[in-house]
């Protein structure tokens, strides 16, 4: 079973930058999909990002895009997510995901059992 873990969240002040990184293990990575959510307290998750395994195919929600790249590197296990812009309503806690599903089927976030642990993106004005 893949196992997800998160990184580079933080604070950070408004129109700044912050890159997430989202490592794999045990597993192969390069068969999954990878999408990035979001979710605050009290609402739904909410899809960001996703990209397919070989990384030829990437999906952006409306309110990210042209903000956020999201990019993968197969050889080290890992998705990122750049984000640039940053805007107090990006500030959510952000979950990787893996599935073996499309984009535009993972852009649903429905049955999808691989989850990371979320970090924490605090963005202040």
């Known amino acids: 079973q893949v196992q997800l873990v998160e990184s580079g969240g933080g604070l950070v002040q408004a129109e700044g930058s912050l890159r997430l990184s989202c490592a794999a293990s045990?597993?192969?990575?390069?068969?999954?999909?990878m999408g990035w959510f979001r979710q605050a307290p009290g609402k739904e998750r909410e899809f960001v990002a996703a990209i397919s395994g070989s990384g030829s195919s990437t999906l952006y929600a409306d309110s990210v895009k042209g903000r956020f790249t999201i990019s993968r590197e197969n050889e080290k296990n890992t998705v990122y997510l750049q984000m640039v812009s940053l805007n107090r309503e990006d500030t959510d806690v952000y979950y990787c995901a893996a599935d073996g599903r499309a984009p535009r089927v993972v852009m649903s976030g429905r049955r999808i059992n691989i989850w990371g642990k979320g970090t924490l993106v605090t963005v202040s004005s």
């Open positions: 045990g597993g192969t990575f390069s068969v999954y999909t």
